[in-house]
């Protein structure tokens, strides 16, 4: 997968926020089969719901996070395509 200018900007956006950062790194160390729960954010970040929401949300717009409904709930899981192509489009900038 090669990303294109403007999606590697949207994923630097999303990336540049510390608390995205965190959410990113809960998605990737969740046990329960890689999913992570809205509510397991809520429980180890210190923001309102609305709040956490929006950095979720930045985040499933620039296709870090890949979704999955739960009955009343939504799950997230790091999608590693795009992850990796970012990671390799990084690479390419250092070498």
């Not at 990303?3 to 329960?32: F, H, N, T």
């Not at 609305?50 to 409904?69: F, M």
């Amino acid at each position: 997968m090669e990303l294109d200018a403007k999606k590697v900007e949207r994923i630097s956006k999303a990336l540049g926020d510390p608390y995205r950062l965190k959410i990113m790194e809960m998605a990737k160390c969740q046990a329960e089969n890689n999913w992570l729960k809205c509510s397991c954010v809520m429980d180890n970040i210190e923001l309102a719901q609305s709040t956490i929401s929006h950095h979720i949300n930045q985040l499933v717009d620039a296709d870090l996070l890949l979704t999955e409904k739960d009955g009343r709930n939504v799950r997230y899981r790091v999608n590693k395509d795009v992850l990796d192509a970012y990671i390799k489009f990084l690479g390419v900038l250092s070498s």
